[in-house]
């Protein structure tokens, strides 16, 4: 048997973080899925999926990822039901995310840049910052290093098939 769902789509609001009395992160959100055709006006339509993750992840989602946001989901189908006050039963499908994947940097807007962070992933300010003169030998010995090592110098290339992959 297998249940197994991947998805990408963008957070209709911030992910609502709760802890559980003992103590388990959970945070619940809506991720905004396109669907991967128009319909016969010619607009594309989106589904709208409820999703929960669990403990550091629940806290990671929570804090980097707002409204917006665009993130990947690899989990699997769950359905729950519970009597409500009305005392009608209520049934709820979700998405229990084993991972969430962080496909934009915290600061990014729908439009913006992509940065591929991970389940544990944050844009950490201090990891670029140098001197202005490191930089500037940094860019130089790029400049060197820049040279395509495949670039065609007219000579023919000795590889056995042995030595292919396929």
Same mark, same amino acid.
């Given at each position: 048997?297998?249940?197994?769902?991947?998805?990408?789509?963008?957070?209709?609001?911030?992910?609502?973080?709760? #802890?559980?009395?003992? +103590?388990?992160? =959970?945070?619940?959100?809506?991720?905004?899925?396109? *669907?991967? @055709?128009? %319909? /016969?006006? !010619?607009?594309?339509?989106?589904?709208?999926?409820?999703?929960?993750?669990?403990?550091?992840?629940?806290?990671?989602?929570?804090? #980097?990822?707002?409204? +917006?946001?665009? =993130?990947?989901?690899?989990?699997?189908?769950?359905? *729950?039901? @519970?009597? %409500? /006050?009305? !005392?009608?039963?209520?049934?709820?499908?979700?998405?229990?995310?084993?991972?969430?994947?962080?496909?934009?940097?915290?600061?990014?807007?729908?439009?913006?840049?992509?940065?591929?962070?991970?389940?544990?992933?944050?844009?950490?300010?201090?990891?670029?910052? /140098?001197?202005?003169?490191?930089?500037?030998?940094?860019?130089?010995?790029?400049?060197?290093?820049?040279?395509?090592?495949?670039?065609?110098?007219?000579?023919?290339?000795?590889?056995?098939?042995?030595?292919?992959?396929?």
């Amino acid at each position: 048997m297998l249940n197994r769902v991947v998805l990408v789509g963008r957070l209709t609001k911030d992910p609502d973080l709760r #802890y559980t009395p003992s +103590g388990v992160a =959970v945070a619940n959100f809506t991720l905004a899925v396109n *669907r991967p @055709f128009s %319909n /016969q006006q !010619g607009e594309r339509e989106a589904d709208f999926i409820n999703c929960v993750v669990w403990r550091r992840p629940a806290e990671n989602l929570a804090n #980097y990822m707002k409204k +917006g946001s665009m =993130v990947g989901v690899d989990g699997r189908v769950q359905t *729950r039901s @519970f009597d %409500n /006050q009305e !005392g009608n039963r209520v049934f709820i499908t979700e998405i229990v995310a084993d991972s969430v994947q962080f496909l934009e940097t915290k600061g990014a807007t729908s439009g913006g840049q992509s940065g591929g962070q991970g389940s544990q992933g944050y844009n950490n300010p201090n990891q670029n910052q /140098q001197n202005p003169s490191q930089n500037q030998n940094q860019n130089n010995s790029n400049n060197n290093n820049n040279q395509d090592p495949f670039k065609d110098s007219g000579e023919p290339i000795d590889i056995s098939d042995d030595d292919l992959p396929f």
